[in-house]
Each structure stands twice: as C-alpha cells, then as structure tokens.
C-alpha cells in the first residue's frame, strides 16, 4: 500500500511539473500566478485553504476553513455521470441564430440582407424539432473542481476551441495534479484559459474565444460544476448576448464607406490621429466629461459654476441639459448612425454651439448634417479606411468614445460625471432629467430567488462609486465594462492618466472615486482654460484628397466573373461544397490585397463570418436527405449570390 501510495505521488507530480511547462510555454501570465502561490506556499506567506486528498480509490478537495468535502463522492463517478448527460444537442448550450416567434425558425433584418436567402433554404430544408450536431466546436467549461468531468467531457464531446474558467487559483493548481491541460490543445485544436480573473479580464478572455474561428459562432456548450458560480453563467449569456456576427453587420460597414467616400469628397474635416498623438492638444488640461447619467443632475450648477476651469466633454443626448443652465461645451462627441442624433443636437439657441466643435463617426444620417451643417465639426473614421488619418478604436457607446477621445488627444487629468451605469435610485431613471432621451427602469429585484431565467433588466446590487453599493441592471453594466475595458487599454499607453468619477453610481475599476467637496479643495488651483478649442482641433485635422477607385473597381469586376463560374458548378458531397467554397474565398482574398483599401477584403470576412454561422450549423446536422447534391447545389447558389451581391454594393459604395 505504500508503495502504491509513493507511485501515485510520482504520477501526481509529473502531470504538476508537465502543466506547468504547458503553462510556462502557453500562458505566461497564468503561469506566474501559480509559481507565486506556489513560493508563498512553501515560505508559509500563504494560508492554505483546500487540500487534496486521497480517499477509497478517488480524489477529493477538503475545505480546511470548515472541513466540507468539493465533491462528497466519487470524483471519478460524478465526471463520467456529467459526461454521460452531455450530448451533441442543443441542451446545455446557447443558441446564437436568431429566431422567430414560433421559436424554431431563424430569422434575419435588412441590416444583413444578402444572408436572408441562406436563411430562407434553411427554414425550407431544417426540421428545427430535432437538432443534433455532428460535431461540437466550441465548449466553455465554468468551475475546474480535479478536472476529471472536463477530461471525461472532452474525450466524449471532442470540441475544436474549448475555454475554462476558474475563478479560484488555489482550487486550480490542485488540479494541475490531477489533469494534463496539454491534452486539450493538441493538433488543431485551441485552448483559452481564464484563470483567477477579475470580470474585465474574464471578458477579455471570452474576446478571444470568440473571435478564434468565428464561424463556429452558432451555438456554444457549456457546463457549470458549481450552482453557487452560476454568476459565470450570467456573464457568458451577457456576453454573447451583444458580441454576435449580427450585432455590426458588414451592411453598416458598407454603408460607412459609403458615407465616408461622399464626407471626403464633400471636403470635410477628418481627425487625423497621428497627428492628434504627435499635438497632445488637451495635455496638462483638466477635462471634465459629462455622461448622461442622473448623476449629472446633483452637480449640474456646480458644473456651471466652474466651467471655465475644465474642457468640457459631453455627450450628445445631454447637450439639451447644457444649454439650459447655460453651459457650453468645448466638445460634443455622437457616434450612433441613428437619425435620433440629430434630435439630440438640435438646440432652442440656433448660435449656442457656435463656440463649440463636434465630434462625428463618419457614419451619421443625413439629419445630422442639416442640423449641424454650420457649426465645427470633424470626422473621426469609423472604420480603418484612409491608412493616412490612423484609427482611433471604436467602442460599443458614445460615453466610452468620449473617454477615448479625450485620452488619445493628450488629457492626463480627468474628470468624470454622469457615467453612473446605474439609475436612479429613488425614481429608475436611467438619464439625467432634461436631456434628450427619457428611460425608466424597474428598480426592484425580482423576488422569485428560484429563477434560473436571465434578462437584461434584472436588477443587481454593485458596488457603488460614492456608497458601498448601488442598484442596477444588466444593460447598465455593459456601460461599466465599456468604460472599464477601454480606460484599461488606455492605460496601457497612456500610463500618465489619472481618471476621476463624481458620479453617484457604479464604481468604474481604475477610475478613483472622488466626492465633490475633495475637489473643492483643489479647484481653485485650476488654471482658467485659455486656448480656443476650434483652433486646437483644426490643428488636429484635415481634409482629405478624393480618392480614385478606377482600379479597385477593375479588381472586383474580375471577382465577379470569377464567381459566377462558382456558381454553375454542381455540387456532389459536402466535402466538395466545403473545399470549392474555401478555394475561391482564398483566391477573393488575395485579389482583394491589391485593393485600394484593406476594407474591401474585410467587409467580405464580416459577409462570411455571418453567412458562414448560418452554413456551418447546417453542414454540421445530423438530418436525413440535407447533404444530397441537390440541395448542396442550391445552397451554393445561394452563398454564392450572397456575395455577388455585397461585391455589386461594394461598387456602388465607391463610384
């Protein structure tokens, strides 16, 4: 027995040291983490909480805090228990098609018009009562335990890109001992690990999940080990609730270079970001960045008081709020195409922004121009179209673009209001009173604690900017983490910035708190702003030379005729669908590389990313009579017109 004890602690041993040089070689960052709580460990700096234990043939973690068992049973028992209910359904998994009211059929809009017709054959040819995939592709893993049902999971379910998520490092070096994480990332396949992360950092990780192979993008397995972490869970449905090939469709790309091409040759100004990185127009000046948020309402004289202390940044939905207390901001920042803005935008005072500049994506309804067509304003490119401008980023609000804008021009002193992520908390507004929108939110949290069904306006507790926590929902929390994630790459570099928040919401992680009577004591050491604010943004900006599309139009005539050779071949297997559709898109994309723009070619991948969801779950059923030559020759002809069809907009868009 002893013997059999000292082998076993050999085999533990050599998996721990095999891992370890997986992670050293793969996952650098996580690698650290457990060679630090190893030291700390051995040099008794750390205060075990978990230890493994043998017990009658199987593992078990002990809780040394309260001594209660992980598991309680057979740890190998309960992994071939949770592989055995694992299937190649839907059950266990997050459907992303978008469906119909009757819940089976997949639907689409005009925003991604050329995949309707893929959409339409699959209505025609799928039986949507009994789906099962041939082969699973991509599998989230929530809470490690030992590891041996993700071991016996992933044996059974062979999935192509896999991501596990452990919240507790110690919990996750104990299983180091006890699975070979090399054995998930062999050949071809992709292993994405979040280990001991923070929110911001589990987000950053599921990016990457994510965009690896995104045409795998229909339907992600999952599996939660503990009901108590179902929090995980929450976060990777709010995830893929608003990251999906149909959230940014390649029609808006489109349409963008269309509305770009018709700003520049209209002569407007565009932001040219080298130069704004070479300027630092607003360094050393104290900025103040006014949100929406309720917040506002409780400084808003305050604000108007000081206003000639801060470059005022604002929003567009509460520059109506502005101008009733008389404040008059330097920048005003819109980026939604929606002709909304131009609402947001129009003042009583024809003249009150006349001393103002405005900040546009190059993207914005014709009823934004007419509103603002006398006033100054730039284009910032909302795609990376002119290589000379350099591009700024993008962001899923215009907050969040605020913040970006005002960092990238050269402000290392911010100030933040109105960016609450948060109602109010006596009323449910959700914006400032006065400004351009009006939203009321339900303020109570749902009672039922035994749902397990998860929406959007969920009411949650956070922890709060100016109190211990505050209410809030989850469509609010996308703004914190649109703010979290782009101050954090900022801060990357720009490690010069200090951010500050007077709002009386959320707390935005790497922004400090700050009470308005903290910077009483300091604002009469702000220097009175001085510089013309119009003058400073020309000097970022520019117009740009007309462009000539004589010779890409050429390129994609030549494409064309190519595809319409493509579509007339008939189809025998899926293999041979497969193979002849990714031979012409490789030989597309090399075309497209002799193209004016990088653009062309990527408004082509954001057409295949969609149109490539919709086809792959179709080839990767398990149905009778789906794969026989003709219906894979109609949907050639389908995925085929489809891009005939955005190469014939792409013309338009350019000439």
Not at 59 to 79: H, Q
Not at 139 to 159: A, N, R, W
Not at 282 to 299: C, E, F, Q, R, T
């Amino acid at each position: 027995m002893e013997n059999e004890l000292i082998d076993l602690s050999d085999t533990l041993l050599k998996i721990y040291n095999k891992n370890l040089e997986f992670l050293k070689e793969n996952f650098e960052d996580i690698y650290i983490k457990v060679d630090k709580l190893s030291k700390d460990i051995n040099e008794e700096k750390y205060s075990v909480k978990y230890s493994l234990e043998y017990i009658d043939g199987y593992f078990d973690i002990l809780n040394l805090e309260n001594n209660t068992w992980f598991y309680g049973v057979n740890s190998y028992d309960d992994a071939d228990r949770r592989a055995e209910h694992t299937n190649f359904t839907k059950d266990g998994s997050l459907d992303l098609l978008r469906k119909g009211i009757d819940g089976k059929s997949v639907v689409g809009n005009q925003s991604f018009k050329d995949v309707l017709p893929v959409l339409d054959y699959m209505n025609n040819n799928i039986d949507f009562d009994n789906i099962e995939f041939q082969k699973i592709y991509k599998f989230v893993f929530m809470d490690v335990g030992l590891g041996f049902h993700i071991h016996e999971i992933f044996k059974k379910m062979d999935p192509f890109v896999t991501l596990i998520i452990e919240p507790e490092l110690e919990i996750f070096r104990l299983s180091l001992f006890t699975i070979d994480y090399s054995s998930f990332q062999v050949e071809e396949k992709k292993l994405f690990l979040s280990i001991d992360d923070d929110k911001i950092n589990r987000v950053s990780v599921m990016t990457a999940f994510y965009e690896y192979h995104k045409y795998f993008n229909y339907n992600i397995k999952h599996h939660l080990l503990i009901d108590n972490d179902s929090y995980l869970k929450d976060e990777l449905i709010e995830f893929f609730g608003t990251n999906t090939a149909g959230s940014f469709p390649y029609s808006l790309t489109m349409e963008n270079v269309h509305k770009m091409v018709k700003f520049i040759k209209n002569g407007d100004r565009f932001l040219n970001f080298n130069t704004i990185l070479e300027k630092k127009i607003l360094k050393d000046k104290h900025v103040l960045l006014i949100a929406a948020g309720p917040s506002v309402d409780n400084y808003i004289e305050w604000i108007y008081e000081h206003q000639d202390k801060f470059i005022i940044v604002c929003v567009d939905i509460i520059v109506k709020k502005l101008e009733k207390y008389n404040i008059v901001p330097d920048i005003v920042v819109t980026i939604d195409p929606s002709y909304l803005c131009a609402e947001y935008l129009t003042t009583k005072d024809d003249n009150f922004l006349d001393n103002s500049t405005i900040v546009l994506l190059a993207q914005q309804d014709e009823k934004v121009m007419d509103v603002i067509k006398n006033k100054h304003y730039y284009f910032a490119q909302s795609v990376s179209f002119v290589k000379e401008l350099g591009f700024m980023g993008s962001t899923t609000n215009v907050g969040a673009y605020a913040l970006l804008l005002a960092i990238h021009l050269g402000t290392n002193k911010l100030y933040t209001v109105g960016n609450d992520a948060a109602f109010n908390q006596n009323t449910g507004s959700r914006y400032a009173i006065d400004n351009a929108l009006t939203t009321m939110d339900k303020t109570e949290i749902n009672s039922n604690e035994d749902s397990t069904m998860v929406s959007f306006d969920d009411v949650v507790y956070m922890e709060g900017n100016l109190r211990d926590k505050v209410k809030t929902n989850r469509v609010l929390c996308q703004f914190k983490y649109s703010f979290e994630t782009t101050f954090e790459e900022l801060k990357n570099v720009y490690d010069d910035v200090i951010a500050y928040n007077l709002s009386d919401g959320v707390k935005l992680e790497g922004f400090k708190p700050l009470l308005l009577d903290e910077i009483n004591k300091k604002i009469d050491n702000f220097k009175t702003k001085e510089n013309n604010i119009i003058e400073l943004m020309d000097m970022v900006s520019e117009v740009v030379e007309k462009p000539d599309f004589e010779d890409d139009i050429k390129i994609l005539n030549a494409i064309i005729v190519r595809l319409n050779k493509h579509k007339r071949l008939k189809i025998k297997s899926r293999d041979e669908f497969l193979s002849k559709k990714i031979d012409v898109m490789i030989w597309l994309l090399e075309k497209c590389k002799g193209m004016s723009s990088e653009l062309f070619g990527n408004i082509f991948l954001l057409y295949t990313e969609l149109s490539d969801i919709y086809i792959n779950f179709t080839l990767n059923l398990k149905q009778n009579n789906l794969y026989n030559k003709e219906h894979l020759t109609d949907l050639n002809i389908v995925w085929t017109n489809g891009v005939l069809s955005v190469l014939r907009d792409l013309k338009k868009a350019v000439k």
